[in-house]
């Protein structure tokens, strides 16, 4: 099963920043917070990823609680293009080893609107 | 780099077929995953591939395998094709430090 917890929808205006939640309470200290999105029939991909320290990059910003067990993904200005199903996944490590398996729960439908 | 992808994009098969799905990872890159992608159940992971052996299985009836060449591309074979088989069967690769990155998918279809 799923270790993470998302709200199934979630709506923002077009140019303003959407902010999503993740809920991941049992995460262990080794586990990886990684956030994913798949536009309608296509595959997943990758945003962006944290252990511990909030991250960025040019798609997102990645903030993870002090106490890791929730995170929030922002998209600074939304896009039409940004509508998705955004999956939140934690996993062990990053880096020689780890392995390629993910466990995807249900995601956040998030609808970007004019 | 080019990224990953996957052939054929769409399929057709009847019951009881069998299919064979090809996916080409990004150069350099010696793990392959296979999911599933249903309405009903999500994405599920159905194994991986590393250096041509499998590292990681998921939970799937024995009628889906898979394999890895040399060259680390793989494929995935589903025998006796059900009706439920119906997805988008996504490929995705990655490096031994990387992320993984997938590919477009194959869409099968069992009638």
């Known amino acids: 099963d799923a270790k993470t917890t998302q709200p199934p929808s979630m709506d923002c205006a077009e140019g303003r920043a959407a902010n999503l939640p993740c809920n991941h309470s049992t995460i262990s200290g080794n586990e990886y917070v990684y956030w994913y999105r798949q536009i309608h029939s296509q595959g997943p991909q990758y945003i962006i990823h944290g252990l511990k320290n909030n991250e960025t990059n040019e798609m997102a910003s990645l903030i993870i609680t002090e106490d890791r067990k929730s995170s929030t993904l922002i998209l600074p200005h939304a896009t039409l293009r940004d509508t998705a199903v955004y999956y939140c996944i934690v996993r062990v490590g990053h880096g020689s080893g780890n392995t390629g398996k993910l466990i995807f729960g249900q995601g956040t439908t998030l609808q970007v609107k004019p | 780099k080019a990224g990953v992808t996957q052939t054929p994009r769409y399929l057709i098969k009847t019951r009881g077929q069998q299919v064979t799905l090809s996916c080409s990872p990004i150069?350099?890159?010696?793990?392959v995953s296979w999911y599933q992608q249903t309405p009903g159940q999500g994405l599920q992971f159905l194994f991986e591939?590393?250096?041509?052996?499998?590292?990681n299985k998921g939970n799937f009836p024995g009628r889906f395998s898979g394999r890895q060449f040399s060259n680390s591309r793989s494929e995935m074979n589903v025998s006796t094709l059900e009706l439920g088989d119906s997805a988008l069967y996504l490929c995705a690769s990655k490096s031994d430090v990387d992320t993984q990155y997938f590919g477009p998918g194959t869409r099968l279809t069992v009638l």
């Open positions: 591939y590393f250096s041509e052996t499998q590292r």
């Open positions: 150069s350099g890159h010696r793990s």
